[in-house]
């Protein structure tokens, strides 16, 4: 509890420093409308195009990507202290100070940063899934409401989990590895599109190791009813969790690795 | 070449999201085929990823000197200013990029049809593609030798340039390939500057330009490069007479 009240505080802190520079910040925000609004345009476009891929149509897919880009951002926006300049503390040696206080690591790793400029890209999202409801006639339930919020939070943590892994690895070698961007940015590329679409090694990858189908996916085509994987439907509510779970683990895995953690200050 | 591991990392990546677009077109392909054939579109998506970098801001130090009032000291420098950083910006692109295409373009080339890259279209498109390359590579220099007027400014690099890169992501082809827009916007988009850098110089790769179509279409680039550096000159030099420098 006290954990949660210590990070609402420093994200208020923040957001509100944040602000100081409002032309800047207008700016910046508008940049990353324009950004996610160039990719739901080339859903757009594509839907334009070839009006259907498998047995997607044009509402499912924009249901897709809107449940993909609201999770991702509001991982980038809330979680930003992981995402963003997580290796770049550990490269600088800024982590030590973090040692010394009396408290977890990520928790105050999560406390270190917020970025706000992403509410456009939320919107985008929101925008995405409004159309994509519309478009497939979505009758929504209580059921279904809550199943997609349980997909958003279980996917913020699958994302979190996903950006530590990169973390870790710059613990070990200091360098930042561009390669775990495959699993989060590429993940967040091809998983805006149903995981159905992809040759098998893809859907192996996205459904096992950084399973963006079962947390996302899954409810979602659940919601739009016609489910990716066929189950009864309490399974539905049951898969997200390997979101938490893949999050869990990298946890574990952290604390292991912070025990090989040797600063790179002086 | 110092930093072999971050390049081979960085090219993996890039290969990796190569495939996950084909894949998507693939699939998207396999419902509702096309006149154009599948090769032309995975052909432009490698030759979108490998050169990629180009595309990409790429002169820290500028923006740094802005920022710190260090330019104060190149303008005390015999030199062209504008000519200067245009030549240095050109330079690193085709470096950076050069160094990312080529094994990525050698593993493109290696994969099977309908995933990898194709053999151009005919000798001479490989020849005009090059030559159209080269144009593109002095347009978006000029570009964005203007984002850094812009820069110089308003000294916050961000938010302006931001915009300009993503405009310039989304209008070279690189979100989406351009021959993928709806065909009555492709004739308004492909004259814009921004189709002149690489959008080009591939339909000119893989036949989606005919060998006839060549000329004008590198009228255009040239237009458009004599253009952009005219402004860009312009704007620097009034920049130059009225340039508040920072620092202290």
Redo the contacts between chains.
């Keep these: 509890m006290d954990t949660i009240k210590l990070y609402l505080h420093s994200m208020r802190m923040l957001i509100r420093s944040q602000l100081e520079y409002p032309a800047s910040f207008i700016l910046q925000t508008i940049a990353q409308l324009v950004m996610e609004g160039g990719e739901m345009l080339a859903v757009i476009l594509l839907v334009d195009r070839f009006e259907r891929m498998n047995r997607w149509e044009a509402g499912d897919l924009f249901f897709f990507f809107g449940i993909m880009s609201v999770t991702f951002y509001l991982t980038e926006c809330f979680g930003r202290g992981i995402t963003g300049n997580f290796p770049y503390l550990i490269r600088t040696g800024q982590l030590d100070t973090f040692l010394a206080r009396p408290r977890g690591i990520l928790t105050q790793v999560l406390c270190s940063a917020v970025d706000p400029r992403r509410i456009t890209c939320i919107a985008v999202g929101i925008a995405a899934l409004v159309m994509g409801c519309h478009l497939s006639h979505v009758t929504w339930t209580v059921l279904k409401a809550a199943l997609f919020a349980e997909a958003v939070v279980c996917g913020f943590f699958l994302l979190l989990g996903l950006f530590t892994v990169e973390g870790i690895f710059c613990i070990y070698s200091v360098k930042s590895v561009e390669l775990v961007n495959a699993l989060t940015y590429g993940g967040r590329s091809a998983c805006q599109y149903p995981v159905d679409a992809f040759p098998r090694p893809l859907r192996v990858l996205f459904t096992v190791l950084a399973p963006f189908a079962l947390t996302l996916q899954q409810p979602a085509s659940v919601i739009l009813d016609k489910p990716l994987f066929d189950g009864p439907v309490w399974t539905a509510f049951l898969s997200p969790l390997s979101g938490i779970v893949v999050f869990a683990l990298v946890w574990l895995w952290f604390q292991r690795t912070m025990r090989y953690y040797r600063s790179t200050g002086s | 070449m110092q930093y072999r ?2 390049v081979l ?2 090219v ?2 890039q290969v ?2 190569g ?3 084909i ?2 077109y693939r ?3 396999a ?2 085929p ?1 006149s154009m054939p599948l090769e032309r579109i995975t052909s432009y998506v490698w030759l979108q990823q490998a050169f990629f970098r180009m595309l990409l801001a790429s002169d820290p130090d500028l923006l740094d000197k802005i920022r710190t009032g260090g330019i104060a000291y190149d303008l005390c420098r015999p030199l062209n200013l504008y000519g200067f950083y245009y030549v240095r910006i050109a330079a690193q692109k085709l470096t950076g990029s050069l160094m990312r295409a080529a094994p990525m373009l050698v593993f493109a080339l290696l994969l099977p049809k309908g995933w990898g890259l194709a053999a151009p279209a005919t000798p001479a498109g490989l020849l005009l593609a090059a030559w159209g390359l080269g144009l593109g590579l002095l347009c978006v220099s000029a570009l964005e030798n203007i984002t850094m007027g812009f820069t110089m400014r308003t000294l ?1 690099s ?3 340039q ?2 300009l890169n ?2 310039m ?2 209008f070279s082809g690189n ?2 390939p351009l021959i ?3 065909d009555s916007w492709q004739k308004v988009i492909t004259l814009l500057p921004y189709a002149q850098l690489l959008d080009a110089p591939i339909r000119l790769y893989t036949g989606e330009a005919a060998l006839s179509e060549a000329p004008g279409m590198m009228m255009i680039q040239l237009g458009w490069t004599i253009v952009l550096t005219a402004l860009g000159v312009l704007f620097w030099q009034r920049n130059q007479r009225r340039m508040e420098i920072q620092g202290g």
């Design positions: 591991g971050a990392g960085g993996i990546c990796f999201f495939l996950i677009l894949a998507v699939t998207l392909y419902g509702k096309q916050d961000r938010g302006m931001a915009m993503l405009l992501m989304i979100v989406l993928l827009f709806p």
